[in-house]
């Protein structure tokens, strides 16, 4: 119990939009279940975002800088939303490390400060908050 108190008043950047995009996602998730290519969970939350007027950007492009160069090779987002939030999504037995190191990646080429890290994977919703 003394955790749970200790850790209640936490604040996470952008707590409503991320409660608003995970509450889409477990939407999806039920419909669908497990066991789909990641494409697929993709396609459905796009219905969905759309359905619940939440604002994103699909397969968003970042360039990739190095030393002052930008790099030919670019660094495409799962999703981008509310313009502040990337969406990674998974559809894997579970979430390892890289996945992690991955989004990190992710945020900092992007210069975010929070991403959501989804899997539809497991027969319950697994979501990470990842913070920059």
């Known amino acids: 119990m003394d955790l749970i ?3 209640d008043n936490i604040k996470y950047p952008y707590q409503s939009e991320s409660f608003k995009i995970i509450g889409a996602c477990m939407e999806v998730h039920k419909i669908l279940g497990k066991g789909l290519l990641e494409i697929v969970y993709k396609d459905a939350l796009e219905i969905e975002f759309n359905n619940q007027n939440i604002q994103f950007e699909r397969e968003k492009k970042f360039d990739v800088e ?3 160069a930008t790099l030919n090779h670019n660094f495409y987002a799962d999703f981008v939303v509310f313009d502040k939030i990337i969406l990674e999504v998974k559809a ?21 400060k929070l991403a959501l890290l989804i899997n539809f994977g497991n027969d319950s919703l697994n979501y990470n908050r990842v913070i920059l």
């Open 66 to 68: 190095y030393k002052g």
């Open 92 to 112: 894997q037995n579970g979430l390892v490390e890289e996945h992690y190191k991955q989004t990190l990646n992710y945020l900092a080429i992007s210069k975010m």
């Open 5 to 7: 108190k200790k850790y």
